[in-house]
């Protein structure tokens, strides 16, 4: 059999993004862990890590991880009926979108992460960025947009995420007196969340305009709108994060009735264990409370 | 002098990341945005492109945005004397730590933003991270926890953001029954923002708790606050965050009185013109409102 004791030294290099924590958490010292992998490495015949400057998984090193955190996973299934053997708390590595985290996930994780004293390691990352990391084994989990299965992966659908374009009044006043004509939407600043995020460009092309248009960058779910409500642009939002400011009518539509509706999937390692599979039927289940079925 | 319809074409690869979109940006084909460029790197001898898989910049690539970024601050400047020249719009990047953004900077920049005709690039880091990127030339400004300047930068001191550590009353209730007793909290979940982040680690060694102990990573600021929201876990988030969870008392301190201030401090090119000294002043009156004096 493999030596675990490497693996999991290498696990806690990547996962600690350095020799000196990974030390710490494992209780051990810096030259143990480097030891150890430098063994793993003249085993193999071949590097696991890039040393410089964060430590970084080479193709192999990524394969050994995604081998190893599944063995964690089957092993803390192990521990549920052995509970002799339980103590370890069971890592959780997951890529998510950062408008679920930042709205409907966290609470509908809540009792789930208590019941199974799982950590959570969350991931924030567009979809094919996401679904890149569980193809190398990086993430156990994904959530995202895409309904496409990874191989060796499972992928449910949650519901829909409903997309509204919302700004201040005061902002639609100045910007659009005379209504969403296409010739002033054209100059009006819009708040996108990044390079990727083509949400904007969507809803602006229905009514007829096409990139470019004055916009703002912030790749953050709060300072998105934090930047609508102080006037600075408008945006894309997800109607439950903005449902205090529509209440209060801090924030309105940019053209009432008109929005974008984003599909939610969670995937998961087929042979990730009862976990990952009860989680799945978890988060199913919770989703509907938030999100509209699709 | 410098070609600058060249430079102008390597800022918009770098900015939109990607050529089709940097063609998209300046109404070119993505041909003629290629062309330049190559040109570029074919006078100066040397590639300022890294091409795979998202274009990055070389050493050499970095030190022309810079300038081209300057010279771009300065034609702005020009242009409000000279009502002739404008029309564009000024893009401003800057490196800004998550909870800042997340909380009391986006109600600052409000009016700045509106009355000068800025257009917002926001880089969200660490300040490591975001000074290295300021002494690279890739942002004009950078707020962050150090107050060590940037040759070429200047510094002002914006004040102090206090981080409390708090958690639901079930959850303390559950993890800590009998008190913050130094043996309970080492086997509470606790949530960190990333591997950089030591608040949490600062807090716990303050109540004679060392690392390791069982933590959740979530890089969103949001998020964060969900998580703990949740019951998930306690972390250390910004008073100016949580008082709407303070005040209902959906949120409590894990030890009441003990807090972290944490400085905060603004950045900004020396040579960027009367625009960035005028954002720094307006930033540091602004801030009063949010932040404890230093």
Excluded at 134 to 149: I, K, T, Y
Excluded at 171 to 192: C, N, Q, Y
Excluded at 198 to 219: I, K, T
Excluded at 267 to 290: C, F, I, N, P, T
């Amino acid at each position: 059999m493999l030596d675990y004791k490497l693996l999991e030294a290498l696990a806690a290099v990547l996962h600690h993004q350095g020799f000196e924590r990974a030390a710490k958490a494992l209780g051990l010292t810096q030259s143990a862990i480097s030891q150890r992998i430098k063994l793993l490495e003249a085993r193999l015949g071949q590097p696991v890590l890039i040393r410089t400057p964060t430590p970084k998984a080479t193709d192999l090193g990524r394969r050994l991880l995604n081998h190893v955190q599944q063995v964690q996973l089957l092993e803390n299934e192990l521990a549920t009926s052995l509970p002799q053997l339980a103590g370890e708390r069971q890592r959780l590595r997951i890529a998510i979108n950062a408008d679920s985290l930042g709205t409907w996930w966290p609470q509908a994780m809540g009792p789930f992460v208590q019941q199974h004293s799982i950590e959570l390691d969350l991931v924030i990352e567009d979809q094919d960025v996401g679904l890149e990391r569980m193809r190398q084994g990086e993430v156990a989990a994904c959530l995202c947009a895409s309904d496409q299965p990874v191989q060796g992966a499972r992928v449910v659908s949650l519901g829909v995420m409903r997309y509204r374009a919302l700004a201040t009044p005061d902002f639609i006043a100045k910007h659009l007196p005379h209504g969403p004509r296409p010739e002033d939407l054209k100059t009006t600043p819009v708040i996108v969340f990044g390079p990727n995020d083509q949400l904007q460009h969507r809803y602006l092309a229905q009514l007829g305009v096409e990139s470019p248009f004055p916009h703002h960058l912030c790749g953050s779910v709060e300072g998105f709108l934090l930047l609508a409500l102080a006037g600075i642009g408008f945006g894309l939002m997800p109607e439950i994060q903005a449902h205090q400011e529509l209440e209060t009518g801090r924030l309105v539509d940019v053209v009432p009735g008109i929005h974008l509706d984003v599909p939610l999937y969670w995937h998961y390692w087929r042979h990730g264990g009862d976990l990952l599979s009860a989680l799945a039927s978890h988060l199913a289940k919770e989703a509907q409370h938030s999100l509209t079925p699709l």
